[in-house]
Structures are given as structure tokens and as C-alpha cells.
């Protein structure tokens, strides 16, 4: 066998090993989070029932229940997605439409890139300091709602550039060439031709915070609610409310996180049941995203 | 050799040949010109341009460039690669404005009232509601056929949907589009083919019933037969208003064009007749791009 | 409809067209409002974690803070020193990225030079699934699964412990490497691949040599994300690794790390304003500043580490 012949044998055989090696940490990742979804279904499925979700927590393990925890979700949801979605979509619209390539836009957009990299739990900090403390919002839902926007705001923000930019120079051109002010191309082109990417990229920022548990934590969400915060509406006068923005609450993450903190394992079935819900939330939210993002890339093929 | 293509090109009567066929706008069309424009001698001036400079940042695209534009004429703008002649076309409806670090200096005249396009004061969305664009490749809205005409009648507050439907079927008509797309307006405009969609940005922005037309190569994306669909247009549209033609293909300018400004690394080499240009240049750079030398 | 319309002449000319000059300030005020507002938010965080610290900073000194060995702020003659809890800290996340960095480089390496496209597809989202999995989740994993996995293999094993957390973070964090070094990689040019493998190198020598260093500014900074992500990670150490204090770099033992300490204080009660209350400010700003350095330091790489293609 020539030199030559050896060389390339060395090289095919070096190709094949790491292509092994390769596929073997792929599938040992993936394996991982498998093996969490078997070892979840194993601990808690027994666990999820009808009664799971209307019950409220309680002392013994068989009664506790999930709905203060999954309405309290739902609620700052609402508050963080309409503080975080106009907010992140006008500054995304700024930044990738209006702003001049200045000393003021450098410094945006580095504070962004800054922002989406700090630890959860110090804008948890934060929001302790200013909202609960100095604003007297106490400990409420929109404390955490506010705490769980600013965290998501990055997200929001980034989301709405990559849209944006996908939509090629030469619609802008057009539009404008029509004798269209800035802002109407915005409004009239833009905005709906990315509102497909948007979405999809508020989805899965709304689909993170809610599964934080950090900041909520430390701003002192309580972890024993037994109550409800007041319905938002209501079928007598006034027929909307925003008491509930003042109520304690809790949510699914922490309630998950004090029955992994008792001892014994009594709490952990309902632990692991909670954990099946939360991350069947997550993955739905996912999955609608990446159906959106689907629906809109089949729709406009630029 | 283009002295012979311009001699193949002149018809018997030394002009150029025209095709006709039968699709010339109808005697009570609402986009014919009306009374007192258009049809007669172009002689008046549509636009002015005097001593025209542009800069991209600190390069200088446009160099001190003057020429006279008649109304209803077609003008074409050719030159080698890089000669400035989009750069030029972009000025007439501030299309740099949308870019940061341009500079314009001199004037572009739009006649009759003398407006300065390219002034600072001079709002650039009312140029542009004056003079349209039609851009290299075609570039319609992700929107229905119907919506893209549509969209810039309802910039200008047209809501009545009667009224609508009747500025689209002109539009569509004036480009010779309306009898392949009358049925599926409603179908999205990227379903028709290159060419149809060229046609349909032209409609787009006749509907905005401007003065003046600026086309961008607007056939260097398209196959011969759409091109040639689209330089009979050109040459109609004349009749309505002023168009001023970038190509980079000499034959086209020679087949379409009234006038032509050939340019060269930013500056107005020569500005004539078509014919007279194409058959005896007066400036040997032109001569030598006309033959092929260079370019 | 239209078809049968009757043509009922000219249309009329119209309406010139109308710029509200004041609406389009208006509309850019609001947006740059927007836009500036993140800038509000940084200035929100550092103010409110610099102002309740400096009381605490009033009472113990810088000195104490970063040298003490001990942290105990809520004992009857209390202790400050941060070293525990950054020991804590830096024991996790090297456990973290010492499986996530390799793992990750090498699962980004595999998609980007070897795996078919259609796999690449499938694999990818899957592989960011991996990321969005609640990180309470994750300790629950880390507490039940894990560590008794680990304690098969180790009996010595503490049922609280750094190994077990410092895995499962790692898995958490194999995405942020694999992921995002799988796009600086994807963007390398052919061109550059195409030099090496003319030149007879194999698709392993043309990765490492070739793809790898190229795409470095994107990688380098997947890295500093990961690290910045492990550090600031919180709830599955809160959850697996005990939340008591130790200067230890054994990580078997149990331990707290700084994120973990800021949970335990909060889910007490502890009076507004108290030392306990203002030393979780305190312990923030330390994570702060360590995360910006961080960050700092990708921006710095992204930008200085770019190879001109």
C-alpha cells in the first residue's frame, strides 16, 4: 500500500470516528430530555386529574391542587405580554426603521444585547426594590408582571428586528417610490408582512417567562395561596376590574418548587404532575410559534 | 455594427419602427391625456436639470450634470457600469433620502410650476407623488393584483370602492395588463410571471397618475418577449407623460427612446436625438462606447 | 362587476396627497421613547441594586466582603464574606461548562460539517427544546433523577451536592453552545471549506483548522453566553445543591451559590431595610457586575475576533 493509500485511509477512518462521536452526543442531548419526560410521566402522570386543576394547595398532598398556580400564570402573563409586546415592537420598529447609525443607536442596541445576557434573578431585584418597595405595588401581580416583561422585553425587541429585516429593501423602495410617509410604510407594508416572525418571537418569550421562577421568588410571590386574585370581569357593573392587579399570587413554577422543597416524597408526585403541566404549556406555546413561523414563511416566499 | 442596427431599426420613413397592436389607450379612456396635453410637438420642457451633483457620503456619483428633459418624450440614460446613471435616475424622486450620508447639490427643475426636487425644503413625498418609479426587478406587494394598484389611490384618500375599481382597470389597461389579469384580481401578484409583474408595478404606478415615469433597467430581469412587451409600453406611455429610461443595453435605448444622455464615470458626455447620436456622435467617448470599445 | 361597468368618462384628477408632518414627529417621539426605554431599565436595575446595597456596604467593609470565608448574615454574630457563595458559583458552572462547551462543540460541529440538512432541520429545534425547559424542572430532574443516578456510582454522594446541578445545568446549556456555534459555523463561506478539502485535508482536519477558527468570533461568543447563563442560573442549584454556604471546590459536597442565597433570603421573612434584606442586594450586584464583565468581554471578542472573508 502507497503512502498515499495509507493517508487517505487515515483520513476516512479519523471522518468516520467523529461522525460517530457526533452523532452520539447528538443523541445523548436529545436522550437527556427524554428521559426527563419519562421521568416526570413516571412520578406525577397518576397525579393528573380533573380535580388537580381546580383544586387549590393544601397541607395534604392527595387535595392539593394546581389553580391558583396555573390561574396566577395566566394573569401575569397578561400583564407581561401587554406591557412587553408594544413596548418591544415600537422599539424593534425604532431601531430597524428610524434610527440613524449614531452614538445614541450604538448605545441602545448594546444596552439590549446587555440586557437579554442579566441573570433573571436580578431583575427580580429590581422589581423588588422599585416596584414592590419604592412604587408600592407590594407584592403583586403587577410587580411579577412587570419583573417578567423587562425579562422578556430583549427577547421582544430582537424578534421584531429579525422580522423586519427579512422583508427585502426593494417593498420599502416601492412603497416609499408611491409617495408613502415612513410610517405608512410601516403601518401599511411592514408591520403585516412580519407580524408572522413577531409573533412567533413573542410566543417564545411569553413561553420563557412563563416558566421563571426567579425574580417571582424574590419579589416574594407567595407560595401558600388558597384564594383567587378578583376576576378581571365580571357580569355586573363596573364590568371590568383591575383589583387583581394588586392580589398576591403564585404561579405554576414556584408551587413546583415548594413541593420539591418538603421533605418527604408525598409532595413530589404532585411536583412532578405540576412540572407535566407547565411543560406542556411550554411546548404548546412552542409549537404554536413554530407553526406561525411556518404559516407565514408558505404565505410570503420572498 | 450599430451603425447597421440603427439602420435596420429606422423604418422607411427614417423614423422609428413602431408596433402597433391595437393596444394604443381608447379614445374615452379616463388615462388619456386630457385636452391640451400630450399629442402635440414636445417641445415644452418637463424637467430642467441644471448643474446636477450627487454625493454618496464623499464620493462623488454625479458630476455637474445639465440636460433638458421635453415633455412626452421618452429620454434613455445609458452608459457603461458604474457611469452614475441609476445614481442620476434616484435624484428625480429622492430615492437617496431614504439612506443615510447622500448630498445633492444644483437642481432638478419639474416644470410648469419650477419646483427644485432635490431642495432640502422641497418635500420628497410630494415629488413622488409626481414622479413614479419602476424598479430593475419587479417588486410588487405581497398582496392581491387588485391591492397593489389599488394601494396608492388609497394613499391619496380614495375609499369609495367604486371609484377604486375604476382607477385599478385603467391602471391595468394603460399597461397593458387588464385583459390577462381582468378575471383573478383578487389572486396574489406574485402568482404572474415575471413579466406580468413588471407590468403590474408599471400599473401601480400609473395609478398614482403621475408626470413624470422613471424606469430603472426595467427589463434586465425579464426574457425577450416580456422585454418586448414592456418597450412597447414604454414607448406609449409617452403620450401621457415624460419618461426618462436607465438601460444598459444600447439597442434597447436606440428602439424606445426619443433623446439620450450617454454618461461616463458621473458626467453627461453627450445629450442628443436618439437617431442623430446613434448615427453620428458628436463626442469620441461616446463613439467608442457606441462601438463596443469599452463599457 | 366591474367588467359590466359602464364607462362614465374621466375620472377625476386626485386629491393631492397630505402629510401630517406633526403625526410622523409625533410617531418617531413615541418610538424612540420605546427604544430608550431599555436604557430606563438598565438605569433601573443598577440604581435600585447600587442604593440598597451601599447601606449594607455602610456596615461591612469591601475588605470583609470579597475575603471572609464565612457567610452567614442571619446568625446571632454574622459574617460577610462572599467567598462561599462565589465559590458556590464558580464550582457549578465549571462543572456546567465543562460538559456543555466540548458536548456543544462538538454536536455543533457535527450538524454544521456533517449532518445531512434534512437531519439538521429535525435536530436543531429539537436540540433548542433543550433550553426551554423550565429550569424548575430542571432541579427537579437534577434532585430525583441525577443525583440518585450519581450516588449509584458514587455512594459517598450527599443527597445535596454540586455534581448533580452542575450536569444538569450543563445539559440545559448544550443548546446555547450548539446552537448558536452551529450558525457562526453555517456562515463561514464554502469557499474557505473548499480550499482545504482541494488541498485532500478530511472533513474533520477542514472543521478544526479551517471552519472552526473562522467562525471563532461567533463561537467565543456562544461561549460567553454559556458561561454568563451558568452563572446566573438559579433555581436548579437552589433546588439540588442545598443552599448552605460552603468554601469548598469538593463538588460533592453541598453548597450555595450567590443566585441561590438571593432565593432562600427571599422566601423568608425579612424585614424592608434590614442588613438580611439589603446583603441579597448586595449579593446581586456582585452577579451583576461578574455577568457584565462577561458580557463586556463577548462584545469585545465579537467584534475584535471577526475574520475578514
Known amino acids: 500500500m502507497s503512502d498515499l493509500d495509507r493517508f487517505v485511509k487515515k483520513q476516512r477512518r479519523v471522518d468516520r470516528i467523529f461522525n460517530r462521536v457526533g452523532i452520539l452526543c447528538t443523541v445523548s442531548a436529545l436522550t437527556v430530555l427524554v428521559l426527563l419526560l419519562l421521568d416526570l410521566t413516571a412520578d406525577g402522570l397518576g397525579r393528573l386529574d380533573a380535580e388537580f386543576f381546580r383544586a387549590f394547595p393544601s397541607r395534604r398532598p392527595e387535595q392539593a391542587g394546581i389553580l391558583s398556580a396555573w390561574v396566577g400564570s395566566a394573569l401575569l402573563m397578561l400583564v407581561t405580554g401587554t406591557t412587553a409586546i408594544p413596548l418591544g415592537v415600537a422599539a424593534g420598529i425604532y431601531l430597524e426603521e428610524y434610527a440613524s447609525k449614531n452614538w445614541t443607536t450604538r448605545v441602545i442596541e448594546v444596552n439590549i444585547t446587555n440586557l437579554a445576557a442579566v441573570p433573571s434573578i436580578v431583575f427580580g431585584l429590581m422589581a423588588l426594590g422599585l416596584f414592590v418597595y419604592q412604587f408600592q405595588f407590594g407584592q403583586s401581580v403587577l410587580s411579577g408582571g412587570l419583573a417578567l416583561a423587562f425579562l422578556a422585553l430583549p427577547i421582544v425587541i430582537v424578534a421584531t428586528r429579525e422580522a423586519l429585516r427579512a422583508i427585502p429593501e426593494s417593498i420599502r423602495e416601492a412603497a416609499f417610490a408611491l409617495g408613502a410617509s415612513r410610517w405608512q410604510v410601516v403601518r401599511h407594508h411592514l408591520l403585516p408582512y412580519s407580524a408572522g416572525g413577531i409573533a412567533t418571537g413573542v410566543i417564545i418569550s411569553l413561553s420563557r417567562a412563563v416558566g421563571e421562577t426567579a425574580p417571582l421568588v424574590t419579589i416574594g410571590a407567595l407560595t401558600f395561596i388558597a384564594f383567587l386574585p378578583p376576576a378581571p370581569l365580571s357580569g355586573s357593573p363596573p364590568f371590568v376590574s383591575f383589583e387583581w392587579l394588586e392580589s398576591p399570587f403564585t404561579v405554576l413554577p414556584i408551587q413546583i418548587f415548594n413541593w420539591v422543597s418538603r421533605p418527604g416524597d408525598d409532595f413530589l408526585a404532585n411536583a412532578a404532575a405540576a412540572s407535566l403541566v407547565l411543560m406542556g404549556g411550554t411546548l404548546l406555546m412552542n409549537a404554536v410559534a413554530i407553526t406561525v413561523r411556518h404559516r407565514m414563511r408558505r404565505r410570503i416566499k420572498w | ?295 | 362587476m366591474m367588467a359590466n361597468r359602464q364607462r362614465t368618462g374621466d375620472l377625476a384628477a386626485l386629491p393631492p396627497i397630505r402629510i401630517n408632518n406633526f403625526r410622523e414627529r409625533m410617531i418617531v417621539a413615541l418610538l424612540f421613547s420605546a427604544g430608550v426605554f431599555s436604557i430606563v431599565i438598565t438605569f433601573g436595575i443598577v440604581y435600585i441594586l447600587v442604593s440598597e446595597s451601599l447601606p449594607f456596604f455602610g456596615e461591612v467593609s469591601i475588605v470583609d466582603f470579597l475575603t471572609d470565608t464565612m457567610w452567614t448574615p442571619l446568625f446571632a454574630r454574622p459574617r460577610y464574606g462572599i467567598l462561599p457563595l462565589v465559590c458556590g458559583t464558580l464550582v457549578t458552572s465549571f462543572i456546567a461548562l465543562a460538559l456543555a462547551v466540548p458536548v456543544g462543540t462538538v454536536i455543533a460541529v457535527w450538524l454544521s460539517e456533517y449532518a445531512p440538512d434534512a437531519w439538521r432541520e429535525t435536530i436543531k429545534p429539537i436540540l433548542e427544546l433543550l433550553s426551554a425547559v423550565p429550569t424548575v424542572v430542571y432541579g427537579y430532574f437534577a434532585l430525583l433523577f441525577v443525583t440518585p443516578v450519581l450516588q449509584a456510582v458514587l455512594p459517598t454522594l450527599p443527597a445535596f451536592n454540586m455534581l448533580g446541578p452542575g450536569i444538569v445545568m450543563g445539559i440545559m446549556i448544550i443548546p446555547y453552545v450548539g446552537s448558536l456555534s452551529e450558525d457562526a459555523m453555517r456562515a463561514v463561506p464554502m469557499i474557505l471549506r473548499e480550499g482545504s478539502y482541494a488541498l485532500g485535508a478530511s472533513r474533520l482536519g477542514t472543521s478544526l483548522r479551517v471552519v472552526y477558527p473562522a467562525a471563532l468570533s461567533g463561537i467565543a461568543a456562544a461561549y460567553i453566553l454559556a458561561i454568563s447563563r451558568a452563572v446566573g442560573e438559579t433555581m436548579i442549584v437552589a433546588i439540588a445543591a442545598g443552599q448552605q454556604p460552603e468554601l469548598t471546590l469538593n463538588p460533592m459536597d453541598p453548597a450555595a451559590t450567590i443566585t441561590a442565597y438571593i432565593v432562600q433570603v427571599s422566601l423568608g421573612d425579612l424585614p424592608h431595610g434590614s442588613i438580611g434584606y439589603q446583603s441579597i442586594f448586595a449579593a446581586g450586584l456582585t452577579l451583576f457586575v461578574v455577568t457584565l464583565a462577561f458580557n463586556i468581554l463577548g462584545a469585545i471578542l465579537r467584534g475584535q475576533f471577526r475574520q475578514a472573508y
Open chain 2, 1 to 295: 455594427m450599430v451603425i447597421e442596427d440603427v439602420q435596420n431599426q429606422l423604418g422607411p420613413d427614417g423614423g422609428l419602427r413602431a408596433e402597433k397592436d391595437g393596444s394604443r389607450p381608447a379614445a374615452n379612456d379616463p388615462m388619456r391625456p386630457r385636452s391640451g396635453e400630450g399629442e402635440q410637438t414636445p417641445s415644452r420642457v418637463k424637467v430642467e436639470v441644471r448643474n446636477l451633483s450627487f454625493w454618496y457620503g464623499s464620493l462623488q456619483a454625479v458630476k455637474n450634470v445639465s440636460m433638458s428633459l421635453k415633455q412626452n418624450t421618452v429620454t434613455a440614460l445609458i452608459g457603461p457600469s458604474g457611469c452614475g446613471k441609476t445614481t442620476l435616475l434616484r435624484c428625480f424622486n429622492r430615492m437617496h433620502d431614504l439612506y443615510a450620508g447622500n448630498r445633492y447639490a444644483g437642481e432638478i427643475r419639474l416644470m410648469p410650476d419650477g419646483a427644485n426636487i432635490v431642495d432640502p425644503q422641497v418635500s420628497p413625498i410630494e415629488m413622488r407623488a409626481r414622479i413614479s418609479m419602476v424598479f430593475q426587478k419587479p417588486n410588487p406587494f405581497p398582496k392581491s393584483i387588485y391591492e397593489n394598484v389599488a394601494y396608492g389611490p388609497r394613499l391619496r384618500g380614495v375609499r369609495a370602492k367604486s371609484e377604486l375599481g375604476d382607477r385599478v382597470e385603467a391602471a391595468l389597461r394603460a399597461a397593458a395588463l387588464w385583459e390577462e389579469v381582468k378575471d383573478v384580481l383578487r389572486k396574489s401578484a406574485y402568482e404572474l410571471s415575471g413579466g406580468q409583474q413588471q407590468r403590474l408595478c408599471i400599473a401601480r404606478a400609473l395609478a398614482v397618475e403621475p408626470e413624470m415615469l422613471l424606469f430603472d433597467e426595467p427589463t434586465s430581469a425579464l426574457d425577450p418577449i416580456a422585454t418586448a412587451r414592456i418597450e412597447e409600453l414604454v414607448a406609449e406611455l409617452k403620450d401621457r407623460l415624460t419618461v426618462l429610461v436607465v438601460t444598459h443595453n444600447m439597442h434597447q435605448a436606440l428602439r424606445v427612446s426619443d433623446y439620450t444622455a450617454f454618461m461616463y464615470l458621473g458626467e453627461l458626455i453627450e445629450f442628443g436625438d436618439t437617431e442623430n447620436m446613434f448615427s453620428a456622435p458628436g463626442e469620441k467617448l461616446t463613439q467608442d462606447y457606441l462601438t463596443g470599445r469599452f463599457g
